[in-house]
């Protein structure tokens, strides 16, 4: 997908166009280096929610950093791709767990033809080439090894690295912390690093833009039925926002990696039980979220329906 074609989709979903005017501006001031050119992402799929591109171009715009938060499968890492492609910057990956600590992130020392020599991490490059450094999973590590961040997220935009000198960011480096924080509850982060991010809580996909994931994702299943998965999807919410159900079964991508079991061959209960039923693990469960799809899917309802013929 061409880089202006993310500009192109957030003027239809109908995002600000004075902010859309400045994200223009962002890309032309920050020239990328060619080297850089292959580090820009180049989404396959938009990440629908007018609000939330607003709320998050503004946060990247205005110079700070960005903490996206919710529960599984809300689209956290496709906007973050998609935040980078908009603004034209590489991006670095950097995915935390608990043994992260500064070496990792900044960098360790390596030997070299007998010589010590700074082996750069990806935080410390992202910072030097003006890049966006999407810190994924950031509540896995422990808060201890991310203190060394907080001179780096905060006024100071520096980063110190022992015994090397104290490296300034670029102007354009930006970081994009995701962190899942369901309805289960998971770790946290301490106050000192929250308040260095301004923080986007991510809402699970509206039914009206699920459908149009849907048709994006299989071009070739029948509107009627992106309209019945949209809707069973809601249905689940429903069920889960009633405490009636956990939120296993809430799992976008195992809906849409069902439908794709579904090209496949399998029929649309079949799939649906592994990327949907069998996300619950009490028995009582599987059965109420079954009841919904018995109301939808009759048993044998298989490609033949689902698919336009190509
Ligand atoms: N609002 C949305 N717009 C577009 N796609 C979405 C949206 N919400 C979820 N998705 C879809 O859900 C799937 C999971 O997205 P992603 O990996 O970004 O989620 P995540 O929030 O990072 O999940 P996790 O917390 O489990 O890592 C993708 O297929 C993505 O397209
Ligand atoms: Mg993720």
């Known amino acids: 997908m061409d880089r202006r074609d993310i500009l192109d989709f957030l003027r239809r979903e109908g ?18 280096r060619e080297e850089m050119q292959g580090r820009v992402p180049e989404p ?3 990440y629908y929610g007018k609000e939330i591109w607003e709320q998050a171009l503004t946060t990247l715009l205005a110079g700070e950093h960005l903490l ?8 956290k890492n496709v906007l ?44 410390l490059r992202c910072a030097e080439e003006g890049g966006f450094g999407v810190l994924d999973e950031i509540n896995m590590a422990r808060n201890e090894s991310l203190a060394v961040l907080h001179a780096t997220l905060d006024f ?8 090397y000198e104290r490296v300034r960011l670029h102007e354009a480096a930006r970081f994009i912390g995701t962190m899942n924080y369901g309805y289960a509850g998971t770790r946290e982060i301490n106050e000192a690093l929250a308040s260095r991010f301004m923080i986007l809580q991510m809402p699970v996909i509206t039914e009206e833009s699920l459908q149009k994931l849907i048709g994006d994702k299989y071009p070739a299943l ?37 439908i794709r079991m579904m090209e496949h061959g399998l029929t649309a209960v079949r799939a649906l039980e592994l990327g949907i039923v069998n996300k619950c693990f009490e028995e009582y469960e599987r059965r109420l ?10 048993g044998d309802l298989g490609k033949e329906e689902l698919f336009e013929r190509t």
């Open 15 to 32: 995002v600000s166009e004075h902010i859309l005017s400045e994200v223009e501006y962002f890309r032309s001031f920050y020239q990328l």
């Open 44 to 46: 396959l799929y938009h």
């Open 68 to 75: 996206l938060v919710g529960p599984k499968a809300t689209g």
């Open 80 to 123: 973050a791709q998609g935040l980078a492609a908009a603004m034209n910057r590489p991006q670095w990956d950097i995915s935390f767990y608990i043994n992260t600590d500064a070496g990792a992130l900044i960098g360790t020392d390596t030997f070299e033809n007998g010589a010590v020599r700074l082996r750069r991490g990806p935080v």
């Open 156 to 163: 100071r935009r520096v980063i110190d690295v022992p015994g």
């Open 222 to 258: 029948r509107q009627d039925y992106r309209e019945q998965f949209a809707q069973l999807f809601s249905d689940i919410r429903r069920k889960c926002e009633g405490g009636e159900i956990s939120a296993g079964a809430l799992d976008l991508r195992g809906l849409l990696a069902s």
């Open 289 to 298: 979220v079954s009841d919904l799809l018995a109301v939808r899917f009759p």
